[in-house]
């Protein structure tokens, strides 16, 4: 048992939920964590939103903060994988170069993309709540774009300002646009598995 458990431990791995703002990166990361939980793995939590005001205690959002973000992001999941720990990242990564470096840095793994129209991430993000991320970031955005005014703490806005860079050859892809959170996480859950089997992981 003891020689199983290390073996095991070797096979911990990182999975990144990414996806445009409102394609709900959070909320399903956060169903899929709590099933994996319920499944009996151990699995952390880390969330880019939460983590970012650690990083950068005022941040600014500026292209290179996102940089410095993102690295340190990707240098946490790592360690917590080489720590033995199965990690679900939570982030957008527009650029596709922040999870390439991903996949470089962490042993096993996989990138989820949550793929969702923009005009329907736009109608699900303008009924959040202020929180870690900025209400109305989409209405905000296009008032930018109209009128020149500014909003304290908005940078680029994924979808509006800059674009996804989508991975075709992503582990997971999964359509986001007409079906609940239930159903994302578990077809989220039903792809990780399937890559986890191939590759003989936790």
């Given amino acids: 048992m003891p020689e199983s458990k290390s073996i095991c431990a070797d096979r911990k791995w990182a999975a990144w939920i990414t996806g445009l703002p409102g394609c709900g990166k959070s909320t399903v990361a956060l ?119 500014q909003f304290k703490g908005l940078g680029d806005v994924i979808g509006v300002d800059v674009s996804f860079e989508k991975n075709s050859a992503a582990e997971c892809i999964v359509l986001t646009d007409s079906i609940n959170a239930d159903h994302v996480m578990h077809n989220v859950d039903e792809c990780l598995k399937k890559w986890r089997n191939i590759n003989g992981l936790c």
């Fill in 31 to 149: 169903k899929l964590v709590e099933k994996l939980k319920n499944d009996g793995l151990e699995v952390f939590y880390l969330s880019m939103d939460e983590r970012r005001k650690k990083y950068i205690a005022q941040p600014k959002y500026t292209p290179e903060e996102r940089e410095l973000a993102y690295k340190l992001f990707v240098e946490d999941a790592a360690k917590l994988v080489e720590s033995g720990q199965c990690v679900i990242m939570d982030g957008s990564a527009y650029l596709r170069k922040w999870r390439d470096y991903a996949r470089k840095k962490i042993r096993n793994f996989a990138e989820v993309y949550l793929e969702c129209p923009v005009d329907m991430a736009m109608k699900r993000e303008a009924g959040r709540e202020a929180g870690l991320v900025m209400a109305g970031l989409y209405e905000k955005a296009l008032e930018r774009q109209r009128t020149g005014r």
